[in-house]
């Protein structure tokens, strides 16, 4: 019987003007109008940027009180912004061309600007973390260092932001391309165990292209606060039971990577970064590298083989029929990425697509 783990999200989500969805630097303004009891389980925070938002959750077991949960966060900071006047959306990427984002008055961000300098002034973009419990460290890394060519799968699948400053980049996630910007981003190789990985992160910092361990932006990492492993590939999704089912899924395949006993043998890491980039490139409409084989094959078929193999996870957690109808939802309209460009149409109507962000942002959150 497959174990069942606890799931928690991050929620990184832009700030904008209600009538032309450019971005608002007001999450300061936000924050103080938040009314935060402390008995509730979700948190509001500050990110990089003035003109974002960020939604935490607890862990939780069963699917529908992460869902309850994040629709609490969602519910919780559009009041928070509509009191700053403004209105949250959850889209990657900024729709439309303007000033650059003006950074939270911190000074460990403003030392990320100076260090980082245009890397960090293209920012802001905003994905969807997720959390999941394990046992220990040493498990965390077994599952990171398993589990990595199953990453572009998730990559796909949340695929939301085909659109940068009013541009169509001609990406499914223009997220993950920017993101790749920093030094520490993306795959990376097997370390074997916690003491390894461990050092491996002592030396990262010790070269001075990171400055702390909250820098440590892996694909997938041991999360510093919380027993858990997070798993950093995905694009915010606009839609919340898109949300769900990446959630579900991230959970299925930490706990199959977790429990098998003959687990295939690590890629090479510029195989990594081919599958990684293929997922950005072509979202579900394109082809994927096979998890198992390495080998381009339809992204369809990937997607089947994988929902086959965290079968059991899937079942065991109650989450088979989420996860199999939420994945052919997303195949029959393309993904975040594909509804964005059909809302845009052949013009390519920006406003438009702002709009129906806007909208379905909130949709679903009673």
Not at 45 to 64: D, G, H, K, V
Not at 186 to 206: Q, T
Request: aromatic fraction near 6%.
């Amino acid at each position: 019987m497959a174990q069942v783990r606890k799931v928690g999200v991050e929620e990184e989500m832009f700030l904008v003007d209600p009538q032309t969805c450019l971005l608002l630097p007001v999450s300061a303004r936000a924050m103080r109008a938040d009314e935060r009891e402390d008995d509730q389980p979700e948190e509001l925070e500050q990110e990089l940027f003035l003109e974002q938002i960020e939604i935490n959750t607890e862990p939780a077991l069963p699917l529908s009180e992460l869902r309850a949960h994040l629709a609490a966060g969602r519910i919780r900071a559009i009041s928070a912004a509509e009191n700053a006047g403004a209105a949250v959306i959850a889209v990657p990427t900024p729709l439309f061309a303007g000033r650059e984002g003006d950074l939270t008055p911190k000074p460990r961000y403003q030392k990320m600007l100076d260090m980082y300098g245009e890397v960090g002034k293209r920012g802001p973009v905003c994905g969807m973390h997720v959390h999941v419990e394990i046992d220990s460290d040493d498990e965390g890394v077994r599952i990171l260092d398993r589990i990595q060519p199953w990453m572009p799968v998730l990559v796909a699948l949340s695929a939301n932001s085909p659109f940068n400053r009013g541009v169509d980049t001609s990406y499914a996630s223009w997220r993950e391309q920017v993101w790749d910007g920093w030094p520490s981003a993306g795959p990376v190789e097997p370390f074997g165990d916690a003491k390894a990985y461990h050092e491996a992160v002592r030396c990262l910092i010790g070269s001075e292209a990171i400055l702390d361990e909250a820098m440590v932006y892996f694909d997938v990492r041991l999360a510093a606060e919380h027993p858990t492993v997070e798993i950093r590939v995905a694009d915010v999704c606009t839609d919340i039971d898109d949300a769900m089912v990446i959630a579900a899924l991230t959970r299925a395949l930490v706990e199959t990577v977790a429990s098998d006993d003959h687990p295939d043998p690590p890629w090479r890491i510029e195989l990594l970064r081919a599958g990684r980039w293929l997922a950005r490139r072509y979202g579900v409409t394109g082809s994927l590298l096979h998890p198992r084989t390495g080998s381009p094959e339809p992204a369809a078929d990937v997607v089947g083989f994988v929902l086959e193999r965290v079968a059991d996870a899937l079942r065991a957690a109650e989450d088979e029929e989420t996860v199999h109808h939420g994945v052919e939802r997303l195949q029959q309209d393309g993904g975040g990425a594909g509804r964005q460009r059909a809302e845009a149409g052949d013009d390519v109507d920006i406003d438009a697509v702002a709009q129906d962000l806007l909208r379905r942002t909130r949709a679903g959150l009673s």
